[in-house]
């Protein structure tokens, strides 16, 4: 039997998806949200270090549950491919469940900087990359970023960084009392010039929305939050779409291809749903939001007679310019005891190597790091010594309440070549071609990886630090928790996929919003700004709609 006509199929329910489920029901459209997992809380994998999304070794704790049904291709530099799954970093994976990776991130709640959406105006040109401005600018985004911030929930206080773009309106929530780390690493970046501020998160610090403050517990990153004080899409938007009456949640849907009609616009989106059955829901519009490599992965395989190469795909951009970011920074070991056990750990950052770096392309925002659990701290042998017996267990005595980590995020360069294609050969359960991941980080990245290591062991050491190690980043490519930029945005159908309002350039109603729009992904972490700009997204899609153009 046929599914019943919707206005809108919305494809992926994390940060980008989430969002536009909620404005369009608001709106009074009619619907559906495909999630391809689950509904899931902390009490799924309750605090279980050897199971969260950032240990992955037993597989993720917030899908894909299967391994063997979704696997994925990796290709190396040598061009040699292999399957991956999503119990390896190579997979470079980000939760799929409601909520998507907003139900078990760190939730720091960055806005980009006026400086990261022109780039290229900034910097020039960069040889060997794709580097350009985005098709908008801040002040374009700014509503949409405070929209965010109020409606979800973001607490701290950014008063303090005088390189912050300007807003309009003050945070909802005050930040957290600060940690041991926050107290002896403040003074110290005082005492070098810079200009250190409590961190935005995505975290009630008091009572808000109808749900808790933060507990502080260590369990943090990585893991759902056991009192609902951390902010997602799962415990905000999502509920609110689906009280309208206008919106159904389907999960364990797993979307096959956007079907297009002979006119070249989408007509509906076929996916296999709970029961491994293959469905075809007809719909008006569809929104896609499943992140910046599975996104990507469906343009590329909904192919049709007009969009042979795959949709939106006809100038060969589609999956191009994966990027996520390239961490680095140092690690500092104390005289004494400086951790204190407090969540979620992360607290305090400077900008102050964001943009102006000398003789660099780029830069990072710098911050001491979420609370390490043991078997993570384990994996990050600094010094060498064996993994087990006598040695290990002085390591850990040691080092383990006597280090502070500060990393940044480097704002990458984007490469034509690192990309998403879909595999010729390796399908998963469903026959689907599976994703295939090639190409590596523009090597300007590491450069300035570097440099940014050794601007987070100057901060150690002026802290108090008797003994420091850097961590610059590799030339793998990266994506992960904070994959972007395979959905270009921009005015040229030439050099993007997608226009400034989201829509696919030869499909106008197609729209993607997550973080695959990202021209550039910014020194910090996306997930506020891939919020703001599903608002913004949306925003035009309601507009429009009130006009009938898309029915």
């Known amino acids: 039997m046929a599914l019943p006509h919707v206005n809108a199929v919305v494809i992926g329910s994390g940060a980008g998806g989430g969002v536009a489920a909620k404005e369009l029901a608001e709106a009074g459209l009619s619907v559906v949200l495909l999630e391809r997992g689950r509904w899931q809380t902390a009490f799924d994998y309750r605090k279980d270090d050897l199971q969260n999304q950032r240990t992955t070794q037993l597989g993720p704790a917030f899908g894909p549950h299967d391994l063997k049904k979704n696997p994925r291709v990796r290709v190396d530099d040598n061009g ?47 040889e060997n990359s ?46 957290l009392p600060h940690s041991r780390e926050c107290e002896i690493l403040k003074p110290a970046a005082l005492r070098l010039g810079l ?18 403050a933060c507990m502080r517990c260590r369990w943090c990153v990585g893991f759902a939050c056991e009192c609902n004080a951390k902010c997602g899409t799962q415990n905000t938007v999502i509920p ?46 569809v929104v896609v939001s499943c992140s910046a490599i599975e996104s990507a992965r469906l343009l590329l395989n909904s192919k049709s007679k007009l969009f042979p190469e795959g949709l939106g795909n006809r100038s060969d951009w589609v ?12 690690m500092g070991l104390f005289d004494e005891d400086v951790y204190d056990d407090l969540g979620p750990g992360a607290q305090i950052a400077i900008c102050d190597y964001n943009h102006g770096n000398p003789g660099m392309k780029t830069g990072a925002m710098l911050a001491n790091e ?19 017996g006598i040695d290990h267990k002085n390591y850990m005595r040691t080092m383990f309440r006597r280090t502070i980590r500060v990393m940044g995020p480097v704002q990458e360069i984007p490469v034509f070549d690192a990309r998403v294609s879909v595999d010729p050969a390796v399908k998963d359960f469903w026959g689907i071609p599976v994703a295939r ?33 850097r961590q610059p980043s590799g030339m793998g490519l990266s994506g992960g ?11 040229d159908p030439a050099t993007s996929v997608v226009n400034r309002n989201g829509q696919i350039h030869d499909c106008d109603n197609v729209f993607v919003a997550d973080g695959s729009l990202h021209v550039t992904n910014g020194g910090f972490n996306p997930v506020l700004t891939i919020l703001a700009n599903a608002y913004r997204i949306s925003d035009y899609i309601t507009r429009e709609w009130k006009g009938s153009k898309f029915r």
């Open 240 to 285: 609110k779409a689906l009280a309208t009456g206008n919106c159904e949640l389907r999960t364990e849907c797993l979307a096959k291809e956007v079907v297009i009609d002979d006119r070249g616009r989408a007509k509906a989106v076929a996916y296999f749903d709970e029961n491994d059955r293959l469905q075809e829901q007809p719909c008006d519009l």
């Open 370 to 388: 979420f609370i390490r659990l043991p078997i993570q701290f384990a994996e990050s042998n600094y010094v060498g010594v064996k993994r087990w």
């Open 130 to 175: 794709t580097l350009a401005d985005w098709p908008i600018s801040y002040d374009d985004l700014e509503p949409f970023y405070e929209k965010a911030e109020w409606e979800i929930g973001v607490s701290g206080d950014d008063s303090g960084n005088p390189f912050k773009a300007p807003r309009k309106k003050a945070l909802p929530m005050p930040a």
């Open 80 to 126: 040699n491919a292999r399957v991956v799954y999503a119990n390896g970093w190579d997979y470079q994976n980000n939760a799929m469940c409601v909520g998507g990776g907003t139900l078990s991130y760190g939730a720091m709640a960055w806005r980009f900087m006026e400086q990261d959406f022109r780039m290229r105006s900034t910097y020039g040109d960069v």
């Open 481 to 491: 928790q904070h994959q972007a930029g395979t959905c270009r945005m921009g005015d």
């Open 437 to 469: 991941l090639s190409g590596s980080k523009h090597p300007h990245c590491v450069e300035v990886s570097y440099y940014i290591a050794e601007r987070a062991e100057a901060w150690l050491k002026e802290a108090g630090a008797i003994q420091t190690w």
């Open 195 to 212: 200009h250190p501020f409590d961190i935005p998160m995505l975290r009630n610090t008091v009572p808000f929305n109808e749900r808790p």
């Open 319 to 330: 999956g191009r310019n994966l990027q996520g970011h390239s961490y680095c920074g140092a």
